[in-house]
């Protein structure tokens, strides 16, 4: 055996092993105290080991996963850090935490050689599998900590010492093992993990050909079929790039063959994929961190999503068809029928089915996971032709695990962030920055609030954008009145923004090296497409268009309604185009009537809709009267 192969079976062992570990965890909730051996490894860790050791492990992985580089000496710095890693998480969780000694004489010098080894570690892995700039965040704000005596007055704060940041971070719940690398731990790992069985079994693939299936024939066929099935592979997969480059492979270059620019098929996949993270049931990562930080169920999170998420990809399958139309694409001739696909894969809709019921009914997400892998399991038994060995487990268990790599990590780096705010208290200076900045005026504040979501996520994935905008911003939206949930919620939707949004739009750059296109065409494509991403929170906040206590399904709809004619509007105004070309009258009412649906007020929303309602009216009977004009 190859030194290589070897490597790639220590790798299997580690991912395969965390991964049993991840699932037993919520199983051994269930086994009454005192009945199983072993109990004090075997059974349900509280919150002071299981992140610990899961961190641990992850960390394991990933020098493993993510290596300086294939010499001996490289290879052997990395053992060296897995080996610093062992001893720095076994000081951990050795720690005495009821002793007051550390609290009146700090912590002892292993103890702090410990926890600053796993700071140190913890950043370097972030640098390997997350990007240079979530390190850069990290690091800046460890040092923050440490030297913010010496800021200008607006941003200074007391310095800590090192031993104090150390302490704060590395030995209480507020920092590197607080909510953020719980919730990755818990319920984010089980939907990786479920994500990764779908893909095994074949259900992923399901998905997809019953997109192209449902959506083929219809014009434009491969760009909607590519909005459908990146709904539903971005909701389970967890990443809008990976989303982008896995389903991109196969809508892109049909996309393509149809008519479409190299750039518009990039922008077309981006936008979707980019849609999947808050598209319910699963609606990636940070829709969990949500739910912990709201102490709001995860269950009532989806009802709330349900009609945003729904408007966001009717927005862009408008989009799509007005392209389409405007273009006079065809549909897919050569597809299969959606009947025959739904007959060859009904059995994989079972799993998705029980996790969504379970959800909706307030279950434990990580439970839910952990039953959506078994329940993938049992489906695939049920075909010969889809029935899944202990290779497959195997593999489902070790992709699972590296997935989640770069994710725990990225919520480990935002728990410093989110630890040195705490012990800092720079996030109440923020706030009042923001509300200053703001005058007190809401639609200013969430400006600043979308173009800091920007910023941050050129270099950190959502989930951690999210982390941090909400502890950053999300007093000072709430001091300007929205409600925690509904705070919360718009700062969720801001994060995704940096995906699709230039000059750095993650998702539209993987796009386009798939389709071949300059990326910031590409972009700006994403971009058009994707624009409810700041439409949407924006009504969110000027609207009744979530579904909380205070909002019934009644409120909800109706601002649906208000929130659907300014998508309208504003496809229309930007493509200049529904059923024929718009002429320029109706341009200007379009745009006008846009304008009037955004403003909170009764009487311009009724302008707003029935200017809508005239646009749409004029232009189809514009159609009907030039019949050798393509029309929809």
């Keep these: 055996m190859t030194e290589e192969a070897q490597w790639k079976r220590i790798v299997v062992f580690l991912a395969v092993g965390l991964s049993l570990f991840q699932v037993w965890q919520p199983l051994a909730g269930f086994v009454p105290p005192g009945v199983m051996p072993f109990e004090s490894v075997l059974g349900l860790q509280p919150a002071t080991y299981f992140r610990p050791t899961h961190l641990a492990w992850i960390l394991c992985l990933g020098f493993l996963v993510y290596p300086l580089g294939p010499t001996t000496v490289l290879r052997t710095i990395d053992v060296l850090s897995i080996a610093l890693v062992l001893w720095a998480s076994s000081r951990i969780l050795d720690f005495d935490y009821q002793s007051i000694d550390h609290l009146l004489y700090g912590l002892s010098g292993l103890d702090?050689?410990?926890?600053?080894?796993?700071?140190?570690?913890?950043?370097?892995?972030?640098?390997?599998?997350?990007?240079?700039?979530?390190?850069?965040?990290?690091?800046?704000?460890?040092?923050?900590?440490?030297?913010?005596?010496?800021?200008?007055?607006?941003?200074?704060?007391?310095?800590?010492?090192?031993?104090?940041?150390?302490?704060?971070?590395?030995?209480?719940?507020?920092?590197?093992?607080?909510?953020?690398?719980?919730?990755?731990?818990?319920?984010?790992?089980?939907?990786?993990?479920?994500?990764?069985?779908?893909?095994?079994?074949?259900?992923?693939?399901?998905?997809?050909?019953?997109?192209?299936?449902?959506?083929?024939?219809?014009?434009?066929?491969?760009?909607?079929?590519?909005?459908?099935?990146?709904?539903?592979?971005?909701s389970i997969s967890g990443s809008a790039i990976a989303n982008t480059v896995t389903t991109g492979a196969l809508t892109i270059p049909m996309m393509k063959k149809l008519g479409y620019q190299p750039a518009q098929a990039a922008g077309i996949e981006a936008g979707a994929s980019t849609g999947g993270q808050i598209m319910p049931p699963i609606m990636g990562a940070g829709a969990f961190v949500m739910a912990e930080f709201t102490k709001t169920s995860y269950g009532d999170i989806v009802w709330m999503s349900l009609v945003p998420a729904i408007l966001y990809f009717g927005s862009v399958l408008l989009y799509v068809h007005l392209m389409a139309a405007k273009a006079g694409f065809k549909g897919m001739t050569d597809r299969e029928s959606a009947f025959g696909v739904l007959k060859a894969g009904v059995h994989f809709l079972l799993p998705l089915v029980l996790i969504t019921v379970l959800l909706l009914q307030n279950y434990s997400p990580v439970l839910v996971g952990v039953s959506g892998c078994a329940a993938v399991v049992v489906a695939s038994l049920l075909r010969s032709e889809n029935r899944v060995g202990l290779s497959g487990l195997v593999e489902a268990l070790h992709r699972g695990a590296v997935l989640a790599v770069p994710i725990s990590i990225a919520c480990a780096?935002?728990?410093?962030?989110?630890?040195?705010?705490?012990?800092?208290?720079?996030?109440?200076?923020?706030?009042?920055?923001?509300?200053?900045?703001?005058?007190?005026?809401?639609?200013?504040?969430?400006?600043?609030?979308?173009?800091?979501?920007?910023?941050?996520?050129?270099?950190?994935?959502?989930?951690?954008?999210?982390?941090?905008?909400?502890?950053m911003t999300g007093p000072a939206l709430q001091e300007l009145g929205l409600a925690l949930i509904t705070a919360h919620m718009i700062i969720f939707w801001l994060a995704q923004t940096s995906n699709v949004t230039p000059p750095i739009a993650l998702a539209a750059f993987a796009g386009a090296g798939v389709a071949g296109a300059p990326p910031m065409r590409s972009a700006i494509e994403a971009f058009k497409l994707a624009n409810g991403l700041f439409v949407i929170p924006l009504m969110m906040a000027y609207s009744t268009l979530l579904l909380t206590g205070d909002n019934g399904w009644f409120d909800v709809l109706t601002a649906g309604c208000v929130t659907l004619a300014l998508i309208v509007c504003l496809a229309v105004s930007i493509q200049r185009y529904l059923f024929v070309e718009l002429g320029t009258i109706w341009f200007w009412v379009a745009v006008v009537s846009a304008v009037c649906l955004v403003l909170p007020n009764t009487l311009t929303r009724i302008v707003g809709g029935v200017g809508c309602v005239a646009v749409v009216l004029a232009n189809f009977i514009a159609a009907k009267a030039a019949p050798t004009e393509r029309s929809s």
């Design 413 to 471: 780096v935002a728990g410093l962030v989110v630890g040195t705010i705490g012990q800092t208290g720079i996030g109440l200076q923020f706030t009042e920055s923001v509300v200053s900045l703001s005058g007190g005026q809401l639609w200013f504040a969430l400006i600043l609030v979308a173009v800091a979501a920007l910023v941050l996520g050129m270099g950190l994935p959502a989930t951690a954008a999210y982390i941090v905008l909400s502890v």
């Design 112 to 234: 702090f050689a410990a926890g600053m080894a796993l700071i140190v570690l913890t950043l370097e892995m972030a640098r390997r599998s997350v990007g240079i700039v979530m390190m850069l965040i990290g690091l800046t704000f460890l040092l923050y900590g440490a030297f913010g005596n010496y800021l200008p007055d607006v941003i200074a704060t007391r310095g800590f010492s090192f031993e104090r940041i150390v302490r704060f971070q590395m030995f209480t719940g507020a920092g590197v093992y607080g909510a953020p690398i719980g919730i990755a731990a818990g319920a984010v790992f089980s939907f990786v993990l479920f994500g990764a069985f779908l893909q095994v079994t074949g259900a992923g693939k399901f998905l997809i050909d019953l997109s192209f299936a449902a959506a083929g024939r219809y014009r434009g066929g491969p760009a909607k079929a590519s909005v459908l099935a990146s709904a539903a592979m971005g």
